[in-house]
T-cell receptor, first 111, second 113 residues
Framework: DPKIIQKPKYLVAVTGSEKILICEQY?????MYWYRQSAKKPLEFMFS???????DNQTASSRFQPQSSKKNHLDLQITALKPDDSATYFC??????????FGAGTRLSVL | QEKVQQSPESLIVPEGAMSSLNCTFS?????SIWWYQQHPGKGPEALI?????GNKKEGRLTVYLNRASLHVSLHIRDSQPSDSAVYLC?????????????FGQGTKLSIKP
């Protein structure tokens, strides 16, 4: 059974709309992250949370807002969607400085 | 900004042979270097990491790190068709927060039966 659940697996949105990407982890980890992988770029760090607190934000745009309602949840809200936001978004988690475990990703297409 | 470069971009290896993948990074202050495996439609999965100069062996995997030349390599002995995947090299930095990895663009490995 997957220990990091991302929903939905695929998402199609229109330009200007808003979407929420869901992530839940059942590994008992205290740290959670969002990464983005687009067609022509390497996997790219976006945010990190530790014990539900934002630790690092490498996303220049405020259109991307992580939300942590529970300690094992880290959702990603994206507003005013643009075609350039099309990518696969991966949620990951870790216990402290140890190995990162990734979910299967949400593939977002913005038309 | 740390940069991670991988070579080759793609690699075809006969089943049973050795697969060798390369990675260079730009900052000698990097902390650990990680290798991840990614199958199509899946998330990356950690394979092996190294911190100290020298080599580290785990099963069919051997990784070599040379901090002076900013180079790390991954070698897969007795390559199997199931090893076909994209391999990502990633670097963590001492002054970065936990879990922030800088990834290379990947090497696509295909093992031919």
């Amino acid at each position: 059974d997957p220990k990091i659940i991302q929903k939905p697996k695929y998402l199609v949105a229109v330009t200007g709309s808003e979407k929420i990407l869901i992530c839940e982890q059942y590994l008992g980890h205290n740290a959670m992250y969002w990464y983005r992988q687009s067609a022509k770029k390497p996997l790219e760090f976006m945010f990190s949370y530790s014990y539900q607190k934002l630790m690092d934000n490498q996303t220049a745009s405020s259109r991307f807002q992580p939300q942590s309602s529970k300690k094992n949840h880290l959702d990603l809200q994206i507003t005013a969607l643009k075609p350039d936001d099309s990518a696969t978004y991966f949620c990951a988690s870790s216990r402290g400085q140890n190995t990162l475990y990734f979910g299967a990703g949400t593939r977002l297409s913005v038309l | 900004q740390e940069k991670v470069q991988q070579s080759p971009e793609s690699l075809i290896v006969p089943e049973g042979a050795m697969s060798s993948l390369n990675c260079t990074f730009s900052n000698s202050a990097s902390q650990s270097i990680w290798w991840y495996q990614q199958h199509p439609g899946k998330g990356p999965e950690a394979l092996i990491s190294i911190f100290s100069n020298g080599n580290k062996k785990e099963g069919r995997l051997t990784v070599y790190l040379n901090r002076a030349s900013l180079h790390v390599s991954l070698h897969i002995r007795d390559s199997q068709p199931s090893d076909s995947a994209v391999y990502l090299c990633a670097v963590s930095m001492l002054n970065y927060n936990q879990g922030k990895l800088i990834f290379g663009q990947g090497t696509k490995l295909s093992i031919k039966p």
